[in-house]
């Protein structure tokens, strides 16, 4: 699996805004067809992380706690935390 942060190169503290636009600016720079290879690797790391709920279960799964998405999304919610939510604070949650 790539590491979408890397593949970006974002911050892992990185916001929806930064990661978009990094997106998009590497998706002007590599484009399919002259660079198909990295283009896909560009648009799947993309995918891994643009929004906080992808970003979660990208940090859940990477950790084997991808089970506890659903969970850590309510006790964030009644935690009072509103979105955009600091990542760290949610995965901290899912901490015994």
């Given at each position: 699996m790539i590491d979408p942060f890397r593949e970006l190169g974002v911050p892992e503290s990185a916001d929806d805004a930064t990661i978009r636009n990094r997106y998009l600016e590497l998706i002007r720079t590599f484009t399919p067809e002259a660079h198909p290879e990295r283009f896909a690797r560009i648009r799947q790391a993309y995918e891994l992380l643009c929004g906080l709920e992808q970003r979660v279960r990208y940090w859940l799964f990477h950790y084997g706690q991808e089970d506890s998405l659903p969970e850590?999304?309510?006790?964030?919610?009644?935690?009072?935390?509103?979105?955009?939510?600091?990542?760290?604070?949610?995965?901290?949650?899912?901490?015994?």
């Open positions: 850590l999304i309510e006790e964030a919610i009644d935690a009072g935390l509103r979105r955009p939510v600091d990542l760290a604070t949610l995965l901290r949650l899912t901490q015994p």
